[in-house]
């Protein structure tokens, strides 16, 4: 009997350390979703909400309590070695496997200085309860014996309560972050104004601001010293890093990405660092989740042209109603660039496997044909806004082709890769919005030496329009007639699909999956020599089902 007694003790014990283990891998993933929501308490409880059965308060978690429950019911009934035995194996079989929590990851937990200190306060608002009592189970319980309950049972409720601790961690720590944040602001402030000669070029719009932002870049280096924000830097922290890092005296443009999710956001951004120059790049329902409409979108982009310089320029898509409803009676500088209207226009825009070529058509009534690596007609829409800024800085046309000759596809968006098997890759994984999404899939249907595959999550973050784009989408890609389409995630993709099957699209060509990793186990052994795949967006981790 007392061998019997060692033994499930034992048996606790590992049990115990199998709760630990878990609450550790739970509690990472968790922070790391924290992370992935942007450190927003409401994003991360929208998170929540969705994933609250498979993720949060899980099955295991359920029947624990249900065993517990129960288990204290039977007491009278059974010795209590025994129902310490029972509790012990229960633990066992429910928290042992940590895979839920584990799985592979697009883009890892980054231990930040901020997630750094939002971990140690989660830490010390999650550990002190769950210790003391195991405490009080090993050493000090009422009758002096080891109380299995208490041990076991306390690091479980820990699992209930954590995702609500990190919002608590969150709201503690926040006005540590607002103090240091404002450090950051004040430092890039006074650097700029040192700088009194920089010319500020401030780039905002739905979509294609990160290539705007480098084919600008690109452009202007062939006669200026440039520095432009690196990827999607387009947040307050991330403008004031490149600044108060990178920003040297020998640099006479910055050229800065802003984005918005919230109105109010563009006017943050100007008044760190004010436009000398603004560009609208188009206004679309990207964010509308966020945002509540349309109009609210538009004003909050149109917070660029409120907030810049009064005696700046305006560089605005012509062929964009909303854009030039925003410009409507300002009294800067305006310059109008697109594919249809404006001063600055394209025209025979020709594709081929090396890119695509076109013709622009300046003030003055001269024209230049570019060619350019880039893919796509909303490529060409940027390049004429770049081109824009290059003719009012003073560069030749001729001096601009060289520049566009040399561009290379931000990372991520519309980039053509071909693969040592002599596969074709067009990764468009970077946020996809209706727009770019059509314009790609047009893309992969031209594509006409092998087969051709999609793998796409659909879009997110457009608000009420989100079902009918998908829809839309959907449709498109089943008209493309291609291949193979590959829908990442059963519930995230039920309108692609909807809208695919709408179109008659080939059910034999279209297969769901839970993740990106599963598509491409699938695609290794599907591809061969001449095929092409488009990636349409890649949704972060929290979105994998």
């Known amino acids: 009997m007392i061998l019997y007694s060692y033994f499930v003790n034992a048996l606790i014990i590992i049990a115990a350390f199998a709760a630990i283990r878990h609450l550790f891998y739970r509690s990472r993933f968790l922070l790391h979703m924290f992370q992935q929501s942007g450190y927003k308490i409401s994003a991360f409880w929208k998170w929540l909400r969705v994933n609250w059965a498979d993720k949060v308060f899980t ?29 012990a194996v229960f633990v066992l079989i429910w928290f042992a496997p940590v895979g839920k929590y584990r799985k592979k990851e697009k883009k890892k937990l980054a231990f930040t200085p901020r997630m750094k200190r939002l971990t140690a306060v989660f830490t010390a608002l999650l550990l002190p309860f ?32 954590d995702s609500l601790i990190i919002m608590v961690a969150a709201t503690i720590v926040m006005p540590v972050e607002k103090q240091i944040q404002e450090g950051f602001k004040k430092q890039a402030r006074k650097k700029l104004a040192s700088m009194p000669n920089l010319t ?7 979509y294609g601001k990160t290539s705007t932002k ?15 924000t690196p990827g999607s830097y387009n947040t307050p922290m991330g403008i004031c890093k490149v600044i108060n890092n990178d920003l040297q005296s020998q640099h006479q443009v910055l050229v800065l990405e802003m984005g918005a999710r919230h109105v109010g956001n563009i006017k943050e951004l100007c008044e760190l660092a004010q436009p000398d120059i603004s560009v609208l790049t188009i206004i679309g329902t990207a964010h509308l989740e966020t945002f ?6 538009a004003k909050t982009k149109g917070e660029i042209v409120e907030n810049m310089n009064p005696d700046g320029t305006i560089v605005i898509n012509a062929d964009d109603e909303r854009c030039e409803g925003i410009v409507k009676g300002k009294d800067q500088k305006i310059i109008r660039a697109g594919i249809e209207n404006g001063e600055i226009t394209a025209s025979d825009i020709e594709y081929g496997p090396e890119g695509c070529s ?8 001269s024209t230049h044909r570019f060619t350019t690596p880039l893919l796509g007609e909303h490529n060409v829409q940027n390049l004429v806004l770049a081109i824009g800024i290059g003719h009012h800085l003073g560069l030749r046309p001729a001096t601009m ?36 999404a059509k314009n790609a899939v047009d893309i992969l249907a031209g594509f006409k030496s092998g087969r051709r595959a999609i793998v796409t999550p659909g879009m997110i973050e457009l608000g009420d329009q989100e079902f009918e784009e998908n829809k839309k989408l959907g449709g498109h890609i089943a008209d493309a007639g291609l291949e193979i389409v590959i829908f990442v995630g059963e519930n995230q993709t039920r309108h692609l699909q909807e809208g695919y099957k709408e179109a008659n699209g080939d059910e034999e060509a279209m297969m769901v999956v839970n993740s990106l990793f599963e598509a491409n186990e699938f695609l290794k052994s599907w591809m061969r020599e001449g095929d ?3 990636y349409e967006n890649d949704l972060p981790d929290s979105y994998n089902e």
Do not use: C
């Open 214 to 228: 480098f084919m600008i870049r690109d452009i202007l280096k062939e006669r200026f010293q440039v520095l432009a």
């Open 401 to 436: 082709a060289v520049a566009l000759q040399k561009m290379k596809p931000v990372e991520h968006r519309l980039e053509l890769k071909k693969t040592g098997n002599g596969i074709n890759i067009i990764d468009d994984a970077f946020n996809s919005n209706p727009i770019g």
């Open 59 to 87: 099955t295991e978690i359920a029947w624990t309590n249900i065993i517990v429950l129960s288990l204290v019911l039977i007491r009278e009934y059974i010795t209590e070695t025994s129902l310490y035995a029972v509790m």
């Open 358 to 365: 076109f013709t622009a058509h300046f003030p003055d009534a």
């Open 292 to 297: 509540g409409s349309i109009e609210n979108i």
């Open 130 to 161: 769950p210790i003391y009592m195991t405490y009080l189970a090993l050493f000090y319980t009422a009758s002096m014996e080891f109380n299995a309950f208490l041990l076991l049972y306390s690091w479980i409720l820990m699992m209930v309560a």
């Open 200 to 206: 500020v070029i401030g780039i905002t719009g739905s």
């Open 532 to 534: 092409t795949i488009l």
